[in-house]
């Protein structure tokens, strides 16, 4: 938590002598579920004062966060209170939320016209009679589907008493034995019971612990909006399949358009919604460009790589969007983290950082340990 620690400090300095920040800050409103320590709520508020010190965007998120055993290898779980808009919509949100750094000019003017139907590169559908093979996809200006957080940040209003899917239904978990109802929050976040959570970070996570405050803000980022719906391809396609239709117009998120392969590039696509394991990157310009950022290929071990799609491709160190983190390491923020959240239309403060430089040697080393001790690995949904 000393990152965190340091930026309050810092802010406070400046109140001192006068210079008030202009910055605009999100507000996070917490409201913890009984049973859940004190310990756990001091390292989530320190979690949600990260994001609150990274994020500019002038917006009040209402999280409810609790404690349960969530069974198997599972870490903690965020489950977002979701709306649909328009990709007409959407790209003149995301232009007009251009905060002038470099991430959101690029990424808009890569973004595909709204004026003529949306080229999604696809598989697995009764299209293509669920076929692994790609095809490519034209739907005229489909929904979008975003967690209710970012639509905020997005600019989008009357968003209260919002649902998973409709307005004004109830988002419900139910975990273990209870069932948590809310009907004002934009996600529920759930941390298991069933590992050893080290809540202090300032002092390194004691062997076989998992760090907290990391955990946490990785949850949040999900509530934030780093979500992708590449997970239901398999998920029809291994029941029921389903049209390109329904899963074009149902189950793209805005960090979906950020998605590419060198496949989806070559056969003119704005972005790759197929579940299979060639490589999909995250760019800017639909694969014009891409760096070492991969996001994971999906949760079937048939179809994908194993690993749920919202995430960043697993053991390459990425970020603290990675889909499982290690025992005995403090989790990192990245600068592939930042960048996606900037791109999905989230503003960053005037010199946003990784949590800590640092720190990344320390990651690098539990991924080396991971190797050893496969056993100590949890996952992050
Ligand atoms: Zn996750």
């Known amino acids: 938590m000393t990152r965190i620690a340091a930026f309050w400090a810092g802010l406070a300095a400046l109140a001192c002598v006068g210079v008030t920040p202009a910055l605009a800050r999100p507000t996070f409103n917490l409201s913890f579920i009984a049973g859940t320590s004190q310990a756990a709520q001091d390292d989530f508020t320190a979690a949600a004062n990260y994001w609150a010190g990274t994020l500019t965007n002038n917006v009040t998120i209402n999280l409810t966060v609790g404690t349960a055993n969530l069974g198997g290898l599972i870490l903690g779980a965020t489950t977002s209170a979701q709306v649909f808009e328009t ?11 251009k905060s002038g750094d470099a991430t959101d000019a690029t990424a808009t003017a890569n973004l595909a016209s709204s004026a003529s139907p949306l080229s999604i590169y696809m598989n697995h559908t009764t299209d293509n009679s669920n076929s692994a093979t790609p095809f490519t996809y034209s739907v005229s200006n489909p929904d979008f589907r975003m967690t209710t957080a970012l639509a905020r940040a997005l600019g989008y209003s009357g968003l209260d008493n919002v649902g998973f899917s409709t307005a004004g239904q109830a988002l419900s ?4 034995s209870t069932t948590v109802t809310c009907t004002t929050c934009d996600a529920i976040i759930e941390f298991t019971t069933a590992f050893n959570w080290d809540y202090t970070t300032s002092d390194g996570i004691a062997a076989g612990n998992y760090d907290f405050t990391g955990a946490a803000i990785h949850e949040i980022a999900h509530a934030l909006g780093f979500i992708s719906g590449v997970d239901t391809v398999d998920f029809f396609a291994s029941g029921t399949p389903t049209s390109a239709a329904t899963l074009a117009g149902f189950y793209m998120a805005p960090l979906d358009l950020f998605r590419c392969s ?3 590039k070559a056969a003119g696509t704005a972005l ?3 579940e299979d394991t060639r490589t999909k990157y995250f760019s800017l310009n639909d694969c014009t460009t891409t760096g070492a950022a991969q996001f994971a290929d999906g949760t079937s071990a048939t179809n994908g790589d194993g690993s749920q799609a919202s995430h960043w491709k697993n053991g390459l160190g990425l970020g603290i969007m990675n889909p499982t983190l290690t025992s005995g390491v403090v989790a990192a923020v990245s600068t592939n983290d930042l960048t996606a959240l900037d791109a999905i239309g989230w503003n960053l403060s005037s010199a946003p950082e990784p949590a ?26």
């Open 87 to 97: 990709y007409s919509s959407l790209r003149s949100a995301l232009v007009a939320d």
């Open 173 to 176: 978990v139910t975990a273990a």
């Open 272 to 274: 790759d919604f197929t």
């Open 262 to 264: 060198t496949a989806s």
């Open 356 to 381: 800590s430089l640092a720190l990344g040697g320390v990651w690098l080393a539990g991924l080396g340990f991971a190797r050893r001790r496969a056993a100590a690995r949890g996952t992050l949904k």
